[in-house]
C-alpha cells in the first residue's frame, strides 16, 4: 500500500470522528425552531409520544398521559383521518423526533402545532392527496405555499396543514399554519424561547420540554390557595428547559435543566448566592401537608446580609402597623432570623379550606416571648383573645393582617390574622388557631413526615442542593381543588405519591428540576380494589348498640370491642386468628359511640366508651399491659344515649359531650373532674347531633342545634353567647358547623335546612347569606353528614331512591341511584385523600369513593351500620360488618 493511502486513511480515521462530534456539538435542539410562530408558550420535541407505549418507573407511569405531554400527545390522534391504514401511519410516525409548539388562543384554550419529519418521497406523495371516508381534501394558497385543508363530510373544517421543507406542519387552526408560512419565509425576530433553546443540545433525551414559566398556570387552578404558588413560580426563572432522564437505581422519574438565567425576584436574591442544603426537620412537618416550599442556603450571614438588605426596601402595611405597635422591638423578628424558611399548605377539613403554617428559623425565642405578648395585647381588639396555652406552647394572636408578608413578603400572604407559638428551632405561624393546635398535636402525637414511609426521606439526599423546593402531595393536593372545573390527571395521581420541583441557584443561573416519585408499595391487579373476608368472629348476640372498631391514629392498627353477657368488656386485636381477650368490667353494654384518643395527655391513646350510666377511660401501659379504668356517672340518674368527642380541653387533650335521654348536655373535661352538666338556664328540644366545638383563643364555645332550626351558641359556663339563638326559620335534619371565612379570617356558622337552604351566621348572631341549593325533586331533603370523630363533614340531597353528595359549597359530586327504603348514610374520613362514603341499602352495605367510585368487587352483607378504619401504611380499607350471628372484618386494597 502506498504511504499516500495510508496518510489518507489515517487522516479519516482521526477527521471523520472529530466531524461527527463537531456536528454533535452543534447540532442544537431537535425542535423545528425555524418553523414555530414567535408566540409559542411551550415547545416539546419528543421521539416517544407517538409510541403505543411510552411509560417510566417502576409504577408504569404513562407519560404519554402527564401535564403538557398529554395536550401534544392527544393532538396526534389528528393523523388517523389521514389515512384509514393504521400501519402505514405507525411506520410513518416511528422513531421521529416530532415537535409540538402551544400558542394561546383564549385565557383557557392552547393552539397545538405539530412539526413531523417526512423523510421519503412517497410520504409527500399520500401526504398532498389523503384518502379516508370520512374527509372531504380542500386546498388554498398562501404566500406562494400550498395549504391543505381537512374537512368532515359535511363540509366543517377539521385540521389544516402545510408540507414545508421536508416537515408536515399541522394543527386544528388554519390560521397557526399560515403563521408558520410566515414566520419561515418572512424574517421575523426569533421568540425568546428559540434564541434561549435553539442551540440546546437535548440529543441524549427522549423527550424534552422548552416552555415559559407562564405556561403552569394552564395546571395550577386560579384560586385562593394558588396563590402561594403563583408567588413560587415567579422564582424559576423566566425561560425553562426540562429533559426526561430517569435516574440509574433509583425508581423516580427526573426531569432536569441544562439552565437559564435566574429571575428577578426578591427571595432569589436572599438565595443566589448561597448553596442550599439537605432538609433535616421532617419531624416537624404535618402529615396533613398537601403543599410544602422550603427556602434555605448553608450561609446564614450571607442570608441574613441580603434579607435585611431587602428589608429595608420593603414599603409593607403590615410592617408599619408592627412598628407602631412595638417600635423598635420589632427588628427582634429580623435580627434572629436563620436560613431557612417553610411554607406549609394544609390538607381541607370540617371548617378550614386554607390554612397554612410557617416554620420560620429563629434563636433567642426566650427574648422574643415578651415582646410577642405586648405585640398580641396591643394589636388585637377584644379582650381576653390576644394569648392562651395550648398543650404547654405560648399562643400569640397578633390582629395585624398579613403580618408575615409584612417580614417575609408576598411569598407568605394569605394571613388575616397570625397566630404564633414557637417549637424550637421554628417559630410557627399559622392564619387559624385551630390550624395552630392542630400542628402542635400533630407534632406532639409524631404524626409528621419522620413517621411516613412516602416522606421520611424527601430532599435529605446529599444532591439535594437546591436552595428553592416544594414537594407537593398529589392525592391531597387533587382534593383541594375537588368540585373545580382543572383538569385531573388520574394516572399521575394514582400511581405518583409525590412531585418535587427544586430550583438551584448558581449566581446568575438557575437549574430547575421536577421529580416524580411513586409509591413505594405498588399492590397486584388481582388484589387491587378486591373485597376479602379476613376473619368471621362467632358472636350470636350482640349486645351493645353498635359495632365498636377502634383504630390507633399513629400506627393504624385496629381493634373490635364487644361485651358479653356479664358486662365483661372484650377485644380482638389479633384479625387473622379472631381470638378474644378480656380487657374490663363495665355495668352494661356499650350503648354509644367509642373513641379512642390520647384523653390522659399521657402519649398513648385510651379507650373511651359508655354505658347507658357511665363513661369510661380505658387506659392500657404499652410495655406491662396493665389495664386501668376510669369511670364517672352523671350528675343525674338519666339514662346516656349519646357520647361526642370534641377537642380544645385546658391541658390541650380531647373532651366529651354526653347527651341524656331527656336531652340534657353534660361535659366531661378530664378523668380528675367530675361531669358537669352544661346547660343550666335553657332546656334544648330535640338537639340534633353531634354537639361541634368552636375554639378560638380566650373563647371556647358549644353549637347546640335544634330540629326547628334555632342555633345556639354556648360558653363554657353554659351561658348563651349575646345574639343566639339565630333563627333559620326552617328545619333542619342536621347540626351547624363552623368554618373560617377566608376572606376575613373570621369564623361563621354553616348548615343547612331540610329543603336546602345553605345558611352563614356570624358570630353575633346574625345570618349573613342563605342560598337555595338545587331540589331537582319535590321529595328532596338535606342535611350535613359528619364523620364519626366531626373531623369533617359534606352535604347530603336524599329523596325516595336517591343520594347525592355534594361539596361544602354545595356543587354535586356524584348521585347514588336505585336505593332500598331506609338506607343508611355513613360518612367516614381518614384525611382529605382517602373519604369515603357507605350505603347500606337491605342488608348490604357499599363503598363508594368521593368521585362515586365504587370499591371492592362485592357488597358487604351487613344487618347494622358498618364501622371503618384505614391503614395507610399498607392503603387497605378495614370494613366490620354484622351479619348471620357474626362480626365480619373485610378488607379492600386500595392503591
Same mark, same amino acid.
Given at each position: 500500500m502506498s504511504k499516500k493511502r495510508i496518510i489518507t486513511i489515517l487522516l479519516a480515521i482521526i477527521l471523520v470522528p472529530a466531524g461527527y462530534f463537531l456536528y454533535k456539538s452543534f447540532r442544537g435542539s431537535s425542535a423545528a425552531w425555524k418553523y414555530i410562530p414567535s408566540n409559542a408558550v411551550v415547545v416539546i420535541t419528543s421521539e416517544h409520544l407517538q409510541d403505543s407505549v411510552y411509560e417510566a418507573t417502576d409504577a408504569n407511569l404513562d407519560l404519554k398521559r402527564l401535564p403538557l405531554l398529554d395536550i401534544a400527545s392527544d393532538n396526534l390522534s389528528l393523523l388517523n383521518l389521514l389515512s384509514p391504514d393504521q400501519k402505514k401511519l405507525n411506520a410513518f410516525l416511528k422513531g421521529k423526533d416530532i415537535s409540538y409548539s402551544y400558542h394561546p388562543r383564549t385565557n383557557t384554550e392552547w393552539g397545538v402545532i405539530m412539526y413531523i419529519p417526512v423523510e421519503e418521497e412517497k410520504d409527500s406523495k399520500w401526504l398532498e392527496n389523503p384518502h379516508h371516508d370520512n374527509i372531504r381534501v380542500m386546498h388554498h394558497t398562501f404566500q406562494d405555499n400550498r395549504i391543505t385543508d381537512i374537512n368532515d363530510t359535511h363540509s366543517r373544517p377539521l385540521f389544516s396543514y402545510v408540507i414545508k421543507d421536508k416537515f408536515l406542519i399541522l394543527s386544528y387552526y388554519g390560521d397557526l399554519i399560515e403563521d408558520v408560512v410566515r414566520t419561515s419565509s418572512l424574517h421575523i425576530p426569533s421568540s425568546n424561547l428559540k434564541s434561549t433553546f435553539s442551540k440546546s443540545d437535548d440529543s441524549n433525551y427522549g423527550t424534552s420540554l422548552y416552555l415559559k414559566n407562564e405556561a403552569w398556570k394552564s395546571i395550577i387552578p386560579t384560586n385562593n390557595q394558588s396563590s402561594n404558588f403563583a408567588e413560587f413560580a415567579r422564582a424559576f426563572p423566566n425561560y425553562q428547559d426540562f429533559h426526561v432522564e430517569k435516574t440509574e437505581g433509583e425508581n423516580k422519574l427526573l426531569m432536569i435543566s441544562a439552565g437559564t438565567d435566574s429571575p428577578d425576584y426578591y427571595i432569589t436574591d436572599w438565595l443566589k448566592n448561597s448553596s442550599g442544603f439537605p432538609f433535616k426537620g421532617h419531624k416537624h412537618i404535618s402529615q396533613q401537608t398537601s403543599y410544602f416550599y422550603r427556602f434555605g442556603v448553608k450561609d446564614k450571614p450571607a442570608f441574613q446580609k441580603q434579607f435585611l438588605k431587602w428589608h429595608k426596601k420593603l414599603k409593607s402595611e403590615a410592617w408599619e402597623k408592627l412598628v407602631y405597635h412595638i417600635g423598635n422591638e420589632s427588628n427582634l423578628l429580623l435580627d434572629n432570623l436563620g436560613s431557612e424558611l417553610i411554607l406549609c399548605q394544609l390538607e381541607e377539613n370540617n371548617s378550614i379550606s386554607d390554612g397554612k403554617i410557617i416554620l420560620a428559623e429563629f434563636s433567642n425565642y426566650d427574648k422574643l416571648r415578651p415582646v410577642l405578648k405586648k405585640l398580641a395585647r396591643l394589636s388585637t381588639p377584644e379582650s381576653n383573645v390576644s394569648t392562651d396555652q395550648f398543650q404547654g406552647y405560648d399562643i400569640y394572636s397578633v390582629a395585624i393582617p398579613e403580618l408575615p408578608a409584612g417580614i417575609y413578603g408576598p411569598m407568605f400572604s394569605g394571613f388575616p390574622r397570625t397566630y404564633i407559638t414557637y417549637v424550637a428551632p421554628y417559630l410557627v405561624m399559622s392564619n387559624n388557631s385551630q390550624v395552630l393546635q392542630n400542628y402542635i398535636v400533630d407534632y406532639e402525637n409524631q404524626l409528621t413526615w419522620k413517621q411516613s414511609a412516602e416522606y421520611d426521606s424527601v430532599l435529605t439526599s446529599s444532591k439535594s442542593d437546591a436552595q428553592l423546593s416544594l414537594v407537593v402531595n398529589l392525592r391531597k393536593a387533587q382534593s383541594r381543588g375537588e368540585g373545580s372545573d382543572t383538569k385531573s390527571y388520574t394516572d399521575l395521581t394514582s400511581k405518583i405519591e409525590s412531585v418535587i420541583l427544586q430550583c438551584r441557584y448558581d449566581g446568575g443561573d438557575a437549574y430547575p428540576e421536577i421529580t416524580l416519585n411513586p409509591k413505594k408499595r405498588q399492590t397486584a391487579n388481582k388484589v387491587l380494589n378486591r373485597t376479602f373476608l379476613n376473619i368471621d368472629i362467632e358472636w350470636p348476640i350482640l349486645y351493645d348498640s353498635s359495632l365498636t372498631a377502634l383504630q390507633n391514629p399513629i400506627d393504624g392498627s385496629s381493634e373490635v370491642l364487644l361485651t358479653d353477657k356479664d358486662n365483661n368488656l372484650l377485644r380482638v386485636n389479633n384479625l387473622k386468628t379472631g381470638k378474644t381477650e378480656t380487657v374490663t368490667k363495665l355495668n352494661g353494654p356499650i350503648v354509644t359511640s367509642a373513641y379512642k384518643v390520647d384523653f390522659l395527655n399521657i402519649g398513648r391513646q385510651q379507650r373511651i366508651l359508655a354505658t347507658s350510666s357511665a363513661v369510661y377511660a380505658i387506659d392500657e401501659d404499652d410495655s406491662t399491659h396493665v389495664i386501668t379504668s376510669f369511670s364517672k356517672v352523671l350528675p343525674s340518674d338519666s339514662r346516656i344515649t349519646a357520647l361526642n368527642m370534641i377537642d380544645g380541653g385546658e391541658d390541650g387533650s380531647n373532651r366529651f359531650i354526653i347527651t341524656d335521654a331527656y336531652g340534657e348536655l353534660y361535659i366531661w373535661e378530664s378523668v380528675t373532674k367530675a361531669i358537669r352538666k352544661l346547660n343550666r338556664s335553657t332546656h334544648f328540644d330535640k338537639i340534633q347531633g353531634p354537639i361541634i366545638a368552636l375554639n378560638q383563643i380566650g373563647n371556647r364555645n358549644y353549637i347546640v342545634t335544634q330540629k326547628n332550626g334555632k342555633i345556639f351558641l354556648l360558653k363554657t359556663t353554659g351561658a348563651i353567647k349575646d345574639?343566639?339563638? !339565630?333563627?333559620?326559620?326552617?328545619? =333542619? @335534619?342536621?347540626?351547624?358547623?363552623?368554618?373560617?371565612?377566608?376572606? =376575613?379570617?373570621?369564623? @361563621?356558622? $354553616?348548615?343547612?335546612?331540610?329543603? &336546602?337552604?345553605? =345558611? *352563614?351566621?356570624?358570630?353575633?348572631?346574625?345570618?349573613?347569606?342563605?342560598?337555595? %341549593?338545587?331540589?331537582?325533586?319535590?321529595?328532596?331533603?338535606?342535611?350535613?353528614?359528619?364523620?364519626?370523630?366531626?373531623?369533617?363533614?359534606?352535604?347530603? *340531597? =336524599?329523596?325516595?331512591?336517591? !343520594?347525592?353528595?355534594?361539596?361544602? @359549597? &354545595?356543587?354535586?359530586?356524584? @348521585?347514588?341511584?336505585? %336505593?332500598?327504603?331506609?338506607?343508611?348514610?355513613?360518612?367516614?374520613?381518614? &384525611?382529605?385523600?382517602? *373519604?369515603?362514603?357507605?350505603?347500606?341499602? &337491605?342488608?348490604?352495605t357499599t363503598i363508594f369513593d368521593m368521585t362515586?367510585? *365504587?370499591?371492592?368487587?362485592?357488597?358487604?352483607?351487613?344487618?347494622?351500620?358498618?364501622?371503618?378504619?384505614?391503614?395507610?401504611?399498607?392503603?387497605?380499607?378495614?370494613?366490620?360488618?354484622?351479619?348471620?350471628?357474626? $362480626?365480619?372484618v373485610w378488607s379492600i386494597k386500595l392503591r
Open positions: 345574639g343566639f339563638p !339565630a333563627d333559620i326559620l326552617a328545619r =333542619t @335534619e342536621s347540626p351547624f358547623t363552623w368554618t373560617q371565612n377566608p376572606a =376575613t379570617g373570621q369564623s @361563621e356558622l $354553616v348548615g343547612i335546612s331540610v329543603y &336546602g337552604a345553605l =345558611t *352563614r351566621i356570624s358570630m353575633d348572631g346574625k345570618i349573613t347569606s342563605q342560598t337555595q %341549593l338545587l331540589r331537582p325533586e319535590p321529595s328532596c331533603q338535606f342535611k350535613t353528614l359528619f364523620d364519626r370523630n366531626s373531623l369533617d363533614w359534606i352535604l347530603v *340531597r =336524599t329523596s325516595t331512591n336517591k !343520594a347525592a353528595f355534594l361539596t361544602k @359549597e &354545595g356543587k354535586e359530586l356524584f @348521585e347514588i341511584k336505585n %336505593l332500598l327504603p331506609n338506607s343508611t348514610i355513613q360518612y367516614h374520613f381518614f &384525611g382529605v385523600d382517602n *373519604r369515603f362514603i357507605t350505603i347500606r341499602s &337491605g342488608n348490604y362515586g367510585k *365504587r370499591l371492592g368487587d362485592k357488597p358487604i352483607p351487613s344487618e347494622m351500620k358498618v364501622q371503618l378504619t384505614y391503614l395507610p401504611s399498607y392503603y387497605k380499607l378495614l370494613i366490620f360488618s354484622r351479619s348471620e350471628k357474626k $362480626v365480619q
